[in-house]
């Protein structure tokens, strides 16, 4: 509010008025003649001075300094904010006086007592930036709590110049009987004050996966949490093939092809005497890289010829060069000299004879080593007497009965789904902010992991949507993610993780996530907020009744009553006036000495007291509070 001074136009004015007052009092002409003046009036008590009659003229008394109008009776207005003007007193609860408006938020609680509790607001911001009121970016909104004064923190969360802005206020108590704190605004120099650290508590969630505690476990599928890291889990398969090429050599044969005979044979004797198996399966219905659990290769033994083999030591060892069953011989068979073997004792009864090749077939699929097939032998092939077991080729009738490989691998499902517990986790407090979101993982060739953020919803989970933040829809590669966008209205959230791969060998790994935001408080039923009606800063109405002028008359008449003012609109100034011969006190009651109300226009030059002892009061009034009347001076004319 701005205070205004007489200007110097209107001190000229002031100069001239008590002329005009004194030419109103006169009740006759003046006439002058040439051998002397006369000065006549019928209401001043004249004298006699060199045959001259004089009027008594009109004296000014002017009441414009602060000391002048603190000197009289006060009550509900201000001098000392601009010294010389009389203003309309702010209120003894006011925040600051460069702020015009308030608004009173009434908070209801049907619950327990709070403390520290946050509590939305929702306000027509429009309304009050569209009249001028508020700044456009609501720099200037603050909150006090109960008694006007104290400032309290709040954050404004979205809707600006908007019928609903949603603002939280941090409340430092609220009783159950509820209460009430105000919103100011209407200071265009104000700066931001919304601060969503002070407002909220800062909170955080993080898991490295060292246990399942923090893994909703009834929602997540195909998840493995080992050693600090989730990975996706396995299944277990198992295929049992036939062979799909065998032949023995003979080396009493060193050239004959024995491929498409129904049975194979191992012999040991003397130098001349030896026979060996060469068995291949065909593995690619294996995915490659998978993790070998168990194999069998397995040969049936139906009979044998010569002395028992019982206890003889075979070998099953992996063969080290192509061949087919229709060209192989004694003479031109691969190598046999490799370590990679599995060893065997005959066994004393007819059956499969089993051989736990693991490490042969894990190569194979591995890629360290190339799936040429078994070779099967006597470990030692010359001593005596003759050995020679016989076991059922391929090219058996009953093919039950031929070469077997049975493999037990395990593999990675190709999908996987992991999601975090409640965030924040606890029945008392419910997100307020979202700040960021970041991982760690490791994702190998041919693998891929999705991040997003879920809600609740109807109890069912959703994904918060893009029109929130942004990329949730397709889920997050690149760690951190910006999340600020998430705010109240999803309370409680969960991460969720989208892990898969292509190649059933592999897993990629999460190794940690972590999800900072901020939180406020929740209690059920929350407290509700309503906005009660605008108010200004002064009171109204307000008066000052002037200190009593003795003008050392009896019957003195009061000519005329000036004043200078500043009227906003809604605002008003009007005044009343007492006299007396006899001396009264400034704070005289009126029912001792009536006040008689002369209107609210200057001058007043009628229905004027008439009395040695003078006095006037003046009372402020505003219809809108945020504006006040200034009352600069007061000229009584007098004599």
Partial sequence: MRLRRSTASEDQRMKSEKWLILLASLGVILLASSVGGTMASFVDQESSSNNTFEAWASTVWVQTSQTDFEAGVLDNVDTSTSPGNVTLETRGDWYDGTWEYRKPINITNSGSALTNYQVKVTINTQQLISAGKMESD????????????????????????????????????????????????????????????????????????????????????????????????????????????????????????????????????????????????????????????????????????????????????????????????????????????????????????????????????????????????????????????????????????????????AEHETTAGLYSVLIPNDTSTRLAVGILLSWNDNEPTNTDIKYQVEYKTDGSWELIPDSVLSGNSIGFDTSPVDISTVKTDYGQIRLKGSPSTTDVSTTPTVDDWTITYYYREYTSPEPTASVGSEEGMYVSPGTIASQVLDTGVVQARWDALFWDETLPAGTNITFEVRASDASFAKDTPPETLPWTSVGGASPVTSGLASGRYMQWRATLNTSDTSETPILHEVRVWHY
């Fill in 138 to 409: 609501g720099d200037d909104i603050r909150f006090t709590t109960s008694n006007g004064i104290t400032e309290i923190d709040y954050w404004i969360e979205s809707g600006i110049n908007t019928a609903t802005t949603e603002i939280w206020v941090e409340v430092p108590s609220i009783p159950t009987t509820g209460t009430t704190i105000y919103m100011y605004y209407g200071n265009p120099s104000a700066i931001s004050a919304s601060n969503v650290s002070a407002t909220f508590s800062s909170g955080s969630f993080t898991d490295t996966f060292t246990d399942s505690s923090k893994i909703n476990t009834t929602d997540s599928f195909n998840i493995s949490v080992t050693d600090g890291h989730v990975e996706i889990d396995t299944h277990t398969n198992e295929t049992t093939l036939t062979a799909t090429g065998d032949a023995r050599v003979v080396i009493q044969d060193p050239n004959a092809v024995h491929g498409s005979e129904t049975h194979l044979a191992l012999q040991q004797y003397t130098s001349g005497d030896i026979q060996r198996n060469f068995i291949q399966f065909d593995i690619t219905s294996i995915p490659q890289n998978v993790t070998v659990n168990d194999v069998d290769f397995k040969i049936y033994y139906y009979v044998y010829l010569a002395g028992n083999p019982e206890g003889q030591n075979t070998r099953a060892k992996r063969v080290t060069g192509a061949w087919t069953e229709d060209t192989i011989t004694w003479n031109n068979q691969p190598d046999s000299t490799i370590s990679d073997e599995v060893s065997l004792n005959m066994p004393g009864s007819y059956g499969w004879v089993n051989y736990d090749a693991d490490a042969i077939v894990q190569g194979w699929l591995n890629g360290s080593s190339t799936n040429y097939g078994f070779l099967v032998k006597f470990n030692t092939e010359y001593p005596t007497p003759n050995r020679c077991p016989i076991f059922y080729s391929k090219d058996y009738a009953d093919d039950t009965y031929g070469p077997k490989l049975t493999i037990n691998w």
